[in-house]
């Protein structure tokens, strides 16, 4: 099995910073992609940013320039800078991961369980 637990979000002013974690654990023999996904209340859930094994780098529209994705692969981990935060940034944020854990295994999608990140005055 393979965990991915995500820290960083909480409420911050327009205008404001966060940074999103998340480590995933267990049986891990390779990991591929990562990335974060967001869904506001009422939307549908919406990639907002990924980064390939190889640090290949894509970004939603809305938070190109604000947003930076970052993985370290020696601690199985993704962080999510986002600075000049806006109201419409708030969601919940998810991690994924497309994990092998073995060396014959196929690869699959895990997910962290969401954090909430708010953007209000």
């Known amino acids: 099995q393979v965990q991915l637990v995500e820290s960083g979000g909480g409420a911050v002013q327009p205008g404001g910073s966060l940074r999103l974690s998340c480590a995933a654990s267990g049986s891990i023999f390779r990991i591929y992609s990562m990335g974060w996904y967001r869904q506001a209340p009422g939307k549908q859930r919406e990639l907002v940013a990924r980064?390939?094994?190889?640090?290949?780098?894509n970004y939603a529209d809305s938070v190109k320039g604000r947003f930076t994705i970052i993985r370290d692969n020696s601690k199985n981990t993704v962080y999510l800078q986002m600075n000049n935060l806006k109201p419409e940034d708030t969601a919940v944020y998810y991690c994924?991961?497309?994990?092998?854990?073995?060396?014959?295994?196929?690869?699959?999608?895990?997910w962290g369980q969401g954090t909430l990140v708010t953007v209000s005055s």
């Open positions: 994924t991961m497309a994990v092998q854990s073995g060396q014959t295994t196929s690869a699959f999608d895990a």
């Open positions: 980064i390939t094994s190889r640090g290949t780098t």
